[in-house]
């Protein structure tokens, strides 16, 4: 569960797209996702139950709401909103992360790197596939004497 919400901040990934651009290409990241826990590398009995993503357009910031009811039904509901620019902003709810900052290098792509106690956490990195129904996040984080680990996760699209 922690390389779910464990990672660093991958330096000068990208360029945001500009707020304003994202109306025209970026409603593919809009919506609510879930996780395919099937495709995870935990035994099936550590796995969580379920864990869904929903980002949303929040007057022109974006707003990232993840939903996880843990292997042994344990809910956590953490909520971020914060503009596209990489600036930190405060994360309510989530047991590993009290802050995020956003990017959009492009329409389909989202990076977000988390923080707990000002100590950096993990970095995420969300695709669209081009059917609009896949998303493949990526997540980057130090596992145990400091070793990076990058770990895949696959959602469908649930609206």
């Known amino acids: 569960m922690k390389a779910l919400v464990t990672l660093m901040l991958i330096a000068g990934l990208a360029q945001s797209v500009p707020l304003t651009a994202r109306a025209a290409g970026s409603a593919s990241l809009l919506g609510s996702w879930a996780l395919d826990t099937s495709r995870m590398s935990l035994a099936p009995e550590a796995r969580p139950k379920s864990v869904t993503i929903s980002f949303s357009d929040a007057g ?5 709401h993840v939903d ?8 956590s509901h953490a909520l971020g909103t914060g503009a596209l620019d990489g600036a930190p902003v405060a994360v309510q709810g989530s047991p590993e992360a009290d802050v995020a900052a956003f990017k959009m290098p492009a329409p389909n792509v989202l990076i977000m790197s988390l923080s707990k106690g000002g100590i950096p956490s993990s970095t995420r990195i969300y695709s669209v596939e ?3 129904k896949h998303l493949v996040e990526t997540s980057a ?4 004497q400091g070793v990076p680990v990058l770990k895949t996760y696959y959602f469908s699209r649930v609206r």
Request: charge should be negative; avoid cysteine.
């Open 130 to 132: 081009p059917d609009g």
């Open 60 to 64: 022109g910031k974006w707003t990232t």
């Open 141 to 144: 984080y130090f596992g145990d």
């Open 68 to 75: 996880i009811v843990s292997a042994d039904g344990a809910e």
